[in-house]
């Protein structure tokens, strides 16, 4: 049975696109068969991200107006078996996705044989949004650890709660967990920024993992590769621990406390 999961948050410019793209081949490389569809009519990143730019032709709005089929505009990732792209438009606005053409994208990736469907939300509330998260049966809502993005993803699981189809269904609110991104535990001991125990205790949803500042995470994007593929670099492990937690394996939070120094590391300042 296929899951459809909206990766959402309430501010911009917190990692979404990159945990939408990092979940996708980490479920992707566990052998599932797994879509990510980019929802961000007219800026349009997941491809990039995911290193595929140059292969779009034909994209989700294509497929909406009939322009194209699923098959012509869905990409297959080179790098990753069972991991498929659906880009989004560049150049029309997000009045051009509707709910009853997604639901159709969403019903013939499910009758391929797709085993995960990440839906990479635009930030914030308006269409683009809610009509990501309309089909999802699960929501992974990231947030950095500073006051402003924890209350904007508080207002989202507001609306994930009741302007879904599952809420209009009656079937209750959409289950939610959180992935904290950009955290340095170095800055949270300064007071520089929200524990992940502050951040936990406000939204009060489950805690799907947390990933660290790291300049892993932008020499991914630059160079168009998943971030989970880099393997020896925080980052990736951290987003490989989430997406097996994800799965439903039970995984010690890493990255997340000051590492001491021992006294040569402190005396030549190692």
Known sequence: MTKVVVVASGKGGVGKTTTSAAIATGLALRGFKTAVIDFDVGL???DLIMGCER?????????????ANLRQALIKDKRTDNLYILPASQT?????LTMEGVGRVIEELSDMGMEYIICDSPAGIEKGALTAAYFADE????????????RD???????LASKTKRAEEGKGELP??????????ERVEKGEMLSVEDVVEILAIPLLGVIPESEAVLNASNSGT???????????????DATARFLGEELPLRFVTVTKKGFLGRLFGG
């Open 153 to 159: 993803s508080d207002r989202i699981l507001g609306i």
């Open 176 to 185: 939610a967990r959180l992935l904290l991104s950009r955290y340095s535990a």
């Open 44 to 46: 349009r990143n997941l």
């Open 226 to 240: 998943p971030v989970t593929l880099d393997v020896d670099s925080d980052a990736g492990q951290a987003y490989l």
């Open 55 to 67: 292969r779009v032709v034909y994209d989700i709005v294509n497929v909406i107006n009939g322009d």
């Open 139 to 150: 929501a992974i809502v990231v947030t950095n650890p500073e006051v402003s993005s924890v």
């Open 92 to 96: 029309r606005d997000k009045d051009a």
